[in-house]
């Protein structure tokens, strides 16, 4: 079955309010999650969230939205970390992938950088990652929005046995912050090094690299190409069409349209 596009999921998205007690129990005594601030239909999650981050808001707090009419959930988490963001993003797109391989035993993807796909039927993004530091280096906003109504509606979803409670949003949500949660521990442990090695391969591993590529930057230049490959810093390598080589920084990029996902192997030549 071809997948969904995103109007056709929103026609069979829950859109069933979150229950935010079940939330609050689930991500209780977690350093993510709490304090867990509520922010049904905010336009602008992410300014919510660095205003309450000024406020100063400890590491961990999470700004909770609720499901949208796409059936999509969004979060943004504020951290206090020592670690670069890229890594922070790195590390939630990993956990992400873990959380729902388990639950819908479907094996998932990374399409670079960030966002969360499954590897089968061209790769339908189930989470979208992003991430911004402070200008002061004081904290960083980690957003993710889950696309609940996609998840639910999934092939793989009728044999899965999370999906039958009621309430497996919110065990999904607490499961992915908590995988996320032990995941930022061992960055920050005494192995960091090794640590955030291993991350940056498993997330190399796990990315999918379209063969052609268009990459709009945050300084709003446009460019397109033909990926090369994925250098081991994480930047997306393009071979322009005057035969030039441009090096893209995963952290770099505000907006990514692939032209032709690959869904097997690692994706792009390395």
């Not at 961990?60 to 963001?85: F, H, K």
């Not at 009621?166 to 999904?172: I, M, T």
């Not at 796990?206 to 930057?217: E, G, K, V, W």
Request: glycine residues 10%.
């Amino acid at each position: 079955m071809a997948h969904l596009d995103d109007r056709a999921v929103a026609s069979l998205a829950p859109r069933a309010r979150l229950d935010l007690k079940k939330v609050r129990l689930a991500v209780h005594g977690w350093k993510l999650g709490n304090p867990l601030t509520y922010k049904p239909g905010a336009s602008d999650l992410l300014s919510v969230a660095r205003a309450l981050a000024d406020s100063g808001l400890p590491s961990g707090a999470l700004v909770l939205d609720d499901v949208s009419g796409n059936g999509a959930t969004r979060l943004v988490l504020i951290l206090r970390e020592d670690e670069p963001p890229r890594l922070l993003a790195m590390a939630a797109a990993c956990a992400v992938a873990d959380v729902v391989e388990g639950a819908l035993g479907a094996a998932c993807a990374v399409r670079w950088p960030w966002d969360v796909a499954l590897r089968a039927r061209g790769a339908p993004w189930v989470c979208r990652v992003g991430v911004e530091g402070d200008l002061t280096g004081r904290f960083t906003l980690l957003s993710l929005r889950l696309a609940f109504g996609r998840i639910g509606s999934m092939e793989e979803s009728a044999a899965a046995p999370l999906l039958t409670r009621a309430d497996w949003r919110e065990v999904l949500l607490a499961r992915a912050l908590h995988t996320l949660d032990a995941r930022l521990g061992a960055l920050g442990g005494a192995e960091r090094e090794s640590e955030w090695r291993l991350l940056q391969e498993e997330w190399r591993e796990r990315s999918l690299a379209p063969y052609r590529a268009r990459i709009t930057n945050h300084d709003g230049v446009c460019r397109e190409g033909v990926v090369e490959r994925i250098t081991p810093d994480g930047a997306l390598l393009l071979r322009l069409a005057d035969g030039s080589r441009h090096a893209c920084p995963p952290d770099d990029a505000r907006a990514v349209a692939g032209l032709g996902w690959t869904t097997t192997g690692r994706g792009a030549a390395r």
